[in-house]
């Protein structure tokens, strides 16, 4: 099955919305491990709108799981990745003003500022993971500097209305996670999945690792963290378990 890495940001988001120090996203870092969860993703954005500085530094001490830290290509970023040397950085786009991260990364026309956070992360021995669209240019752009992965973003097939729709995005999120496979990348995906759409994705078998975040997070706060991550691996296990 595909491994889950947990994405705790909006632990955060509510303790943000109250200036407080509860939830506390350190605690939720370790049900995501106690629930049997791979692994814990945390987004330290530029402005510090949920996860923040001491949120890192504690998360990294406590997780005795693989913790995936998403950042943008910046220099600020980069050497804050290099001194709390996380398992992972996802290099993403980020933008102010976003809800959410929206889209994936244009490595094909910007190699520069990415280049240079790989390069970097990867001197550190931190891996490294591009989150991307599913197109194939911005999969050999991904390889051609030197990443260890790519996160295939899944947001054109979570957003699809009506059965042929899905399928049309799902067949291009696979036809991207076989493509990278092939070419030697590491294979994750991730955006909008919830356990209502999660299934189809978690079958594709080149695809590793699913990041996962606001859906658990969303049915935590009526279920528990540890019963939704457990109904999430449950689904995910499930997928490909099921006779095709």
Known sequence: MAELCVNIDHVATMRQARRTFEPDPVFAATIVHLAGAHGITIHLREDRRHINDRDLHL?????????????????????????VIPDQITLVPEGRQEITTEGGLDVDTDQGSVRRAVEAAKDAGIETSLFIDPVKKQIDASKKIGADAVEIHTGSYANARGLPQQAHELEIVAEACAYADNIGLDVYAGHGLTYYNVVPVAGIGDIQELNIGHSIIARAVLVGLDRAIREMLALIKGARSTPS
Do not use: D, G, H
């Open 59 to 83: 998360i990294r001490e406590v997780c005795q799981i693989k913790l995936n830290l998403e950042m943008a290509a910046t220099e600020e970023m980069t050497k804050t990745a290099c001194e």
